[in-house]
């Protein structure tokens, strides 16, 4: 009996309503058919809604396009690709149609009616059928041939891969066709703020309202809000300024002024302008500004209007005191008290800044419990950009969790992070606006963005920089541009309570930022463009984020001797503010010495601290409270380690304003923890003995000391002389004192020597003149000088690499230098004794050399006074410097050549 194509039809149609319904109902699921009114137009039989059987939850809405037939077609051939695939006919207009236009995943089904069985295919996952259709259209063909995998078959055993096939097109045709519909470049949605009869005071703060949890809102989504924006083309941002043609938007700005710390309407304005009622409103929308580093207004409409200064509206003085900002303010003892005091009615937004406070004080568990918690509350939200945030710093946290949380329920906090994703959160986007702002979060767009950016003027910065050592001039807003581009991402990361501080991204951000104001600020041509004062901004990011070894590199790189300051007072009460709270946190810092996230962030910014102090231009009555009150810190910290760190000798080589009391100080620290092999206590001491008056009796080596908090007994001082000898190194360089020295220990030394002879102590005490020349000693030095050839040394085995240089044998040369003695055949014997031994034969006879084998960098290897006196003398060895240079340039090498020759 051969059945009508409409009895086909109704039969497939049935066999493939049992099959789902048992299928769906096998798996706790319902799914309800509803048969398509427009089957012949657009190719669809039928929608099924899914439920969940137990709550009735709607979980997905799924399109069908049915066949049936008695004779399926099974491909056989041997060569063909598709062998053991059901080969069928699709109109090519329906196939377009289902993957081009439909929003929802669609499954065409061929039921065997002879066996019945039923077989599905998703067109929308076949990854070639798009390039098939192109080929068919260009062949102006009206079908196009699908193949069905014989496996996908519809039954209990496929569910599983049937389902996840469907979630996956689901995800894959909404995400198409809501990216198509929000990537337009159409005007944002704001026509219910633009056409209302609201006060523009309301109109703005609506329009800002849309992106609740978000204070900063990128300058290219920000451009196109109204009534920040008139016309498309009218409205852009050129560094601190807004240029906008919507004059109603300006008229307001134009017609504020603040006197006494008050926002009024000039008196010119009054009938036209009116802030009654609406002060608190305007505030928050003049700290929207200051936030968003809208520093101007510049009028981009017809005729002429004056550029207004927003930025003398704002209020800079920072009178909140959340657990966030007492964190910012260093006060972290206030900040985790505040947290401990967190109260359960508490509002989304203060949940998400107090779980920003906890991952900033490294507590990772607490951030996760409550951005989880927060997370919840504004899951069902529509388009929640607090939401989002929660999501991506949760995202970030795992990251964190994993290499800083070690706790018993750490797999378990992981298990849960791993489930975090934006997959239906980018589904459900409703507006353009909203998807920009998704998009510049999720994809990393703001930091990606700036480091492009920042990457491009820092490499313009860097060749103005090499110009300018060459006698170029430049001219521009690099400075201007670099520092608003800056500041806008770290305000976006930092306003915006993004957890991206500790990333690397972020740190190379920071460093080229620094680098390049360093450049810029080191630029010698007075016609030239230069940063001439550092704002307390650039300060804190540098204290708070910069890695403080880079960025003493950086110091160095770029010879930064003093820092001009934009703001000397401001910066003074800022870090006097900041080293208040660092003290009062003390016990705060150290019951949390074993939260290695945290405890390095503190390290970090004490470290930083040196660093900045020694180079800020300050009166010396300021500076010198604030270093008071930094050593009182290092002090209490107790942290011997931390002691060691910091680079104390830095205050001692840029400044010559520390005073008396705060020199002793740091010496007494450093005593403390018995550093004094260091640089630290080397160019403290230095620095100390310079500004004492040494005629007086009161100044002699035991007062010198005891002052410093250093026990000194002249009965015992040789013996001290000889197991801490940096101890003395400075006090030998003032003649007054090591003729105290050399009085007191002299005896006492040469009967060491002469009882069991050591051959670095006699260099020091021969190289600083405490003993006179004896040859017995010498000889017993020469004898002393050991083969480095025969057998790998003790940095040799711990680094693997080959030394070269035999630093005792340099020693004696500078001894012989020093003593005026020649070198013997014996003595130039032992340039054996080091792998190196074309350098040792030059020292030994810098005239008759081969200056074929001469290395110029060789004068950098040991700089000592008397091997710059011996250079002086040889006339050739100067034309071989200056000829190497002219080959191969070496600054350091230059330096020597112009200073020692």
């Given amino acids: ?41 657009i190719g669809i039989d039928y929608f099924y809604e899914i439920r969940d059987r137990t709550t009735g939850e709607s979980l997905n809405v799924v399109f069908n396009q049915n066949k049936g037939t008695e004779n399926i077609n099974i491909i056989k051939g041997k060569a063909n690709p598709e062998k053991g695939n059901i080969s069928f006919q699709l109109k090519l207009r329906h196939a377009k149609y289902f993957l081009n236009e439909l929003n929802k995943p669609l499954f065409f089904t061929v039921c065997d009616l002879k066996l019945m069985k039923v077989y599905w295919y998703w067109i929308q996952l076949d990854n070639s059928i798009k390039e098939r259709i192109e080929t068919q259209l260009k062949t102006n063909k009206r079908t196009l041939q699908i193949f069905i995998p014989i496996a996908n078959e519809l039954n209990l055993n496929n569910f599983d891969k049937f389902y996840k096939e469907l979630e996956k097109s689901d995800r894959i045709q ?76 300006y008229n307001l700005f134009e017609a504020l002024e603040k006197q006494d710390n008050n926002i009024r309407v000039k008196e010119e304005f009054g009938e036209s302008i009116s802030i009654l009622n609406f002060e608190d409103k305007l505030k928050d929308i003049i700290d929207f500004l200051q936030s968003n580093l809208i520093q101007h207004l510049k009028w981009n409409g017809k005729g002429h209007k004056e550029r207004i200064c927003a930025h003398n509206l704002y209020d800079y003085d920072n009178t909140c005191d959340c657990e966030r900002c007492n964190y910012n303010k260093l006060n972290f003892k206030k900040a985790a008290n505040l947290l401990s005091k967190r109260k359960e009615d508490d509002d989304s937004i203060v949940k998400f800044r107090q779980a920003y406070t906890y991952y900033l004080l490294g507590d990772l568990k607490n951030a996760f419990l409550l951005y989880k918690e927060v997370t919840q509350e504004t899951k069902n939200k529509d388009n929640s950009i607090l939401n989002i945030l929660c999501k991506y710093n949760l995202i970030n946290l795992k990251n964190l969790i994993k290499n800083n949380y070690f706790e018993a329920d750490r797999n378990e906090i992981l298990i849960e992070l791993k489930k975090i994703n934006f997959v239906y959160d980018e589904i459900l986007i409703e507006h353009n606006y909203y998807k920009h702002v998704f998009d510049w979060i999720k994809e990393n767009q703001f930091i990606n963005n700036s480091i492009w950016e920042i990457d491009r003027q820092f490499t313009e910065i860097q060749n103005h920089h090499r110009k300018d050592k060459n006698g170029g001039y430049f001219r521009g807003q690099q400075a201007n541009s670099l520092k608003f581009e800056f500041l806008r991402v770290s305000f976006f990361i930092e306003y915006n309570l993004i957890i991206y501080d500790v990333f690397n991204e972020f740190q190379i951000l920071v460093h080229k ?68 709270n660092l003290i009062i946190s003390i016990k705060r810092i150290k019951e949390n010495k074993e939260n290695y996230l945290f405890r390095d962030k503190v390290k970090n910014i004490i470290q930083n601290f040196a660093y900045i102090l020694s180079r800020i231009k300050m009166r010396k009555t300021n500076f010198n409270l604030l270093l008071k009150k930094y050593i009182a810190l290092i002090t209490l910290l107790e942290d011997d380690y931390l002691v060691s760190l910091i680079k104390f000798e830095t205050l001692f080589h840029y400044r010559n304003d520390i005073n008396l009391t705060n020199t002793k100080k740091i010496l007494k620290l450093l005593s403390d923890y018995e550093l004094f092999d260091t640089q630290s206590y080397n160019k403290g001491f230095e620095y100390y003995l310079t500004i004492q008056d040494f005629e007086k009796k009161d100044n002699r080596l035991v007062e010198i000391f005891s002052k410093i908090g250093t026990s000194l007994n002249q009965e015992t001082i040789e013996s001290d002389f000889y ?16 003729k105290e020295i050399k009085k007191v220990i002299q005896k006492a030394a040469i009967k060491r020597l002469e009882d069991n002879f050591d051959s670095k102590y006699y260099y020091r005490l021969s190289i600083y003149d405490i003993i006179p020349f004896h040859q017995e000693f010498f000889d017993k030095f020469f004898n002393s000088i050991k083969d480095l050839t025969n057998k790998p040394t003790g940095h040799e085995l711990i680094t693997g690499a080959t030394q070269r240089k035999n630093y005792d044998l340099n020693n ?19 340039s054996k004794y080091a792998h190196e031994s074309d350098y040792y ?43 190497a240079l002219d080959k191969n340039y070496i600054e350091g090498v230059a330096k020597i050549y112009i200073n020692h020759f």
């Fill in 513 to 580: 930022s620094l680098e390049s104001m360093f450049a810029l600020y080191n630029i010698y041509n007075p016609d030239s463009t230069k940063y001439d004062k550092f704002e307390f901004t650039f300060l804190y990011n540098w204290l708070m984020h910069g890695d403080s070894t880079k960025v003493n590199r950086l110091l160095l790189k770029y010879d930064i001797q003093q820092i001009e300051l934009n703001d000397e007072l401001l910066v003074f009460n800022r870090f006097n503010d900041n080293l208040d």
């Fill in 174 to 249: 909404t995400h198409k066709f809501l990216k198509s519909k929000l990537l337009n470049d159409d005007e944002y949605d704001f026509e219910e703020i633009e056409n209302s009869e609201l006060h523009i005071i309301d109109k703005i703060a609506q329009s800002i309202k849309k992106f609740d949890g978000l204070t900063i809102i990128p300058k290219h989504v920000l451009r196109r809000m109204y009534p920040f924006k008139g016309t498309k083309d009218k409205t852009y941002f050129f560094n601190e300024t807004l240029h906008t043609d919507n004059e109603q938007f």
């Fill in 841 to 883: 034969d030059w020292l030994m006879d810098i005239e008759g050399f081969d200056y074929l084998k001469f290395n110029h960098y060789w004068l950098l290897e040991y700089k000592t006074k008397y091997y710059f006196e011996e250079f002086k003398k040889h006339k050739k060895l100067k034309e071989e410097v200056k000829s």
């Fill in 1 to 41: 009996m051969k059945y009508t194509n409409t009895e086909l039809e109704e039969k497939a149609n049935s066999l493939l309503n049992n099959v789902l319904l048992e299928m769906f109902a096998q798996n706790n699921k319902m799914i309800g058919k509803h048969p398509s009114k427009l089957s012949h137009e």
């Fill in 812 to 830: 004696l040369i500078n001894l012989s230098y020093k003593y005026n003695i020649l070198f013997t055949s014996r003595m130039k014997k032992l």
């Fill in 723 to 738: 197991s801490n000898f940096s101890k003395y190194q400075n006090v030998l360089e003032v003649s007054e004192l090591k």
